[in-house]
């Protein structure tokens, strides 16, 4: 799969998130501050998702066959707070497609 990389910018009345996947950038403008981001690794169906947690809004989706472990890093670019979360609960959305 390679790598998938999001890049977060903050204007003064949007947000655009940036998806790098194999060389393909994908822009997602929203008009909130999304305060906690989703990400849902399907392995056996082939499906990784980046949705807005509080909403259930879906931001970003890929499909790939996985043939190999998914090791997920995470990084600040600058000094700031991440938490991970999981073991949560599946969203009603997912539940349903």
Known sequence: MGR??????PFS???L????????????HVTEHLAR???????SSGRLLFFNAERGLV???IRHKFTDAAHPAFALEKA????LRTGME??????QS
Do not use: C, Q
Not at 4 to 9: G, K, Q
């Open 80 to 83: 700031g707070v991440l938490t």
């Open 4 to 9: 998938l990389i999001v890049f977060w910018f």
């Open 37 to 43: 981001i989703g990400i849902l690794l399907d392995y």
């Open 90 to 95: 599946l969203p009603e959305f997912v539940k």
């Open 17 to 28: 998130y940036r998806f790098l996947h194999t060389g393909v950038m994908s822009d997602v």
């Open 59 to 61: 931001l970003f989706a």
């Open 13 to 15: 009345h949007s947000f």
